[in-house]
């Protein structure tokens, strides 16, 4: 496999930000009196947003979209006020985009804008980026297609020879109705099972591995 461009996502696949996630989401439940949600249930509720981390989280009680409000306003603030508590890059990440970085490197997230490139910026992995969408860009967010299609435009580069590398069920399904090739990051936090039974082109368990996985 030789992508002339590489789309990553961000959570789970280039950083591991579920210590500041779930200190964020337990601070938003606990201010209007819901229980707080053990570190390996958030691993499996996130990466279809901030809106559906916490109607998640809130269990019966996330059917009430005024509610689901109010944690969400919670959890937004909490979490921009510190928004690299207990995050940092994968292990070999930042080397791994230097040498990818001939190529053009995406990101596509569903986290907002604003946290995405501080989160970027901060972590040293924003001058290897050529181009990122994030959740407040389009109308649409992963697995519709449409924002890949949108960042392969922007990479300049065709959707069949772009690569979509990321770590939920919502990147390769987002990367198949794109008709892009995908690689699933079985480290993350989605379960390994789960990725494989999706049939990915290409499987690894981080992204470290992947320069030597491409031609």
Wanted: charged share 25%.
């Amino acid at each position: 496999m030789n992508p002339r461009a590489l789309i990553f996502d961000l959570d789970g696949t280039l950083v591991d930000s579920l210590g500041g996630i779930t200190a964020a989401l337990n601070a938003a439940l606990a201010a209007h009196g819901f229980p707080a949600v053990a570190p390996d249930r958030v691993r499996a509720l996130v990466g279809d947003g901030p809106r559906m981390l916490c109607r998640r989280a809130l269990g019966p009680a996330g059917g009430d979209e005024a509610v689901v409000d109010r944690i969400l306003g919670q959890f937004r603030e909490r979490y921009a006020a510190d928004p690299l508590r207990e995050t940092r890059p994968y292990p070999g990440v930042p080397e791994v985009l230097a040498r990818l970085a001939p190529r053009p490197l995406g990101i596509c997230t569903n986290k907002g804008r604003r946290l995405a490139e501080l989160l970027t910026a901060r972590l040293g992995l924003a001058r290897y980026v050529t181009a990122l969408v994030a959740e407040d860009d389009l109308p649409w967010r992963k697995p519709d297609p449409r924002p890949l299609q949108v960042l392969a435009e922007r990479l300049g580069v065709p959707p069949a020879a772009t690569l979509v590398v990321g770590d939920g069920l919502q990147d390769l399904r987002a990367a198949r109705a794109a008709d892009m090739p995908c690689c699933a990051v079985l480290g993350g936090y989605t379960d390994p099972a789960l990725l494989r039974a999706e049939a990915p082109d290409l499987a690894i368990e981080s992204v470290a591995e992947l320069p030597d996985r491409l031609g």
